[in-house]
C-alpha cells in the first residue's frame, strides 16, 4: 500500500513513518518544516520513502502527490502544549481548518479520479476537553459541551470534516484519538515565546519534556503547572503509531472512530516524582506549584474497550519504558542546545 502523511517530519509523523516502512508499505511525506525547522530522519534515505518539502495547503502539489496513492494520513497541523492554546488562538482554528479542508479536497478529487481508498484522520483527545464522563468512549464528543479551546474545538472540525466528505461524496474515513503521546522527537517548536516555569524555559509545555528538561537543568525545587493532580494516559509513540497502522489496514476500521490510549491512569505529580527519581535517584523531591493555564483539563481517561475489541489495539509500553528512551535522548538534545 502507498500512502501520503502529512506533517511526516513532526513527532508523531517520525513514528508512523518508520511503522510504516518496517512493515512494507510505501510512503510519500509533505512537511514544510514549520514546527521544528529542517530535521533529519533515519528513514531520509529509505527506498520506500519519498519526501517532499512543501506546505499540506498548496492543493496542486498535494494533488500531484496522492495522486497515486491508496490512502492518506492528515497530520500536519499547529499543535503544541497548552501554551499555544493561548498564544496561539486564532491561528490554530483558522490555519488549522485550511489545512485539514486542503487535505479533505485533495482526497475527495483523489478518490473520485484516482485511486484513493480512503482518509485516516489523526484528532485528539482534546475533542472530550468539557466531558464529564470516565472512562470517556468514542461518541461522547457527540453529547458532551464543545470543546473550550480553539484547538480542541478545530479537531472535533476534523471529525465533522469526515463525516460530511462521507455524506456528500462517501469517502471512506477513520478517525484516530491519540491520549497524551510521549516519546523522542519533540524540540522547542519554532512557534513558541519564550516562557519561563522558574528559572528554566518551557519544552513546548508538553508536560514530559518540560519536567525532564527542567530536572536535568538542575531546577529544584521543581515547578508544576497547577496542583499536580490532573490525570493523564502517556502513550508511548510507538504504540500509538502501530494502532494508526492497523486502522489503516484493517477493514473493520472503516467508517469507524477509535480512541488509542495507553490503559494507565497518572497524576502530574506522579509523573513528576518518576522523572525525578530516574535522574535524581533518592535526592528528596522538592516541588512548588505555579498558577495553571486556562485551558488545564483536569482529568483524561479513555475508554479503550472498543479498539481492542475490534481491532485487538493494546499499547503496552510502560510509562517507565518510554522514559528510559526519552531521558537520554533530552539529555543529548540539551547538549546539543536542542532545549
Known amino acids: ?47 520506500r520513502y519519498s519526501f ?27 499543535i503544541g502544549g497548552i501554551t499555544l492554546f493561548h498564544q496561539l488562538a486564532y491561528e490554530l482554528l483558522a490555519e488549522n481548518e485550511r489545512i485539514i479542508a486542503s487535505t479533505f479536497d485533495v482526497a475527495i478529487w483523489a478518490f473520485q479520479n484516482k485511486k484513493l481508498q480512503k482518509i485516516n484522520v489523526i484528532s485528539s483527545s482534546m475533542v472530550f476537553e468539557s466531558t464529564q464522563v470516565f472512562p470517556t468512549p468514542e461518541g461522547e464528543q457527540l453529547k458532551c459541551p464543545p470543546p473550550l479551546s480553539t484547538y480542541g474545538f478545530q479537531k472535533l472540525a476534523c471529525e465533522y470534516f469526515a463525516k460530511g ?28 515565546k519564550e516562557i519561563f516555569s522558574g528559572n528554566i524555559k518551557l519544552a513546548m509545555s508538553h508536560v514530559v519534556p518540560d519536567f525532564v528538561q527542567k530536572i536535568l537543568k538542575g531546577q529544584e525545587p521543581l515547578h508544576i503547572l497547577g496542583n499536580g493532580a490532573q490525570i493523564r494516559h502517556y502513550t508511548y509513540a510507538g504504540d500509538l503509531a502501530r494502532g494508526i497502522r492497523v486502522c489503516m489496514e484493517n ?12 490503559p494507565v491512569s497518572t497524576t502530574v505529580m506522579e509523573l513528576a516524582q518518576m522523572i525525578w527519581k530516574k535522574i535524581n535517584g533518592d535526592k528528596p523531591f522538592r516541588y512548588v506549584c505555579d498558577i495553571p493555564f486556562e485551558y488545564d483539563v483536569q482529568k483524561r481517561v479513555p475508554s479503550i474497550e472498543k479498539s481492542e475489541k475490534i481491532l485487538n489495539i493494546k499499547c503496552e509500553t510502560t510509562l517507565d519504558q518510554s522514559l528510559d528512551e526519552i531521558i537520554p535522548w533530552i539529555k543529548q538534545q540539551i547538549e546539543m542546545g536542542g532545549f
Do not use: W
Not at 170 to 179: S, W
Open 52 to 78: 517532499v518539502e512543501g506546505d499540506a495547503k498548496d492543493v496542486n502539489l498535494m494533488k500531484a502527490l496522492i495522486a497515486d496513492c491508496d490512502q492518506v494520513v492528515g497530520l500536519a497541523a499547529i
Open 1 to 47: 500500500m502507498k500512502i501520503l502523511v502529512t506533517g511526516s517530519a513532526g513527532f508523531i509523523g517520525g513514528y508512523l513513518v518508520e511503522e510504516l516502512l518496517e512493515q512494507g508499505h510505501s510512503v510519500t511525506g509533505i512537511d514544510n518544516y514549520s514546527k521544528y525547522g529542517k530535521v533529519v530522519k533515519s528513514y531520509d534515505s529509505h527506498p
Open 251 to 262: 477493514k473493520k476500521a472503516l467508517n469507524n472512530d477509535f480512541n488509542i490510549s495507553s
Open 165 to 192: 466528505a462521507f455524506e456528500q461524496y462517501k469517502l471512506p474515513y477513520t478517525i484516530i484519538r491519540p491520549f497524551n503521546a510521549i516519546g523522542i522527537g519533540e524540540k522547542r517548536a519554532l512557534v513558541e
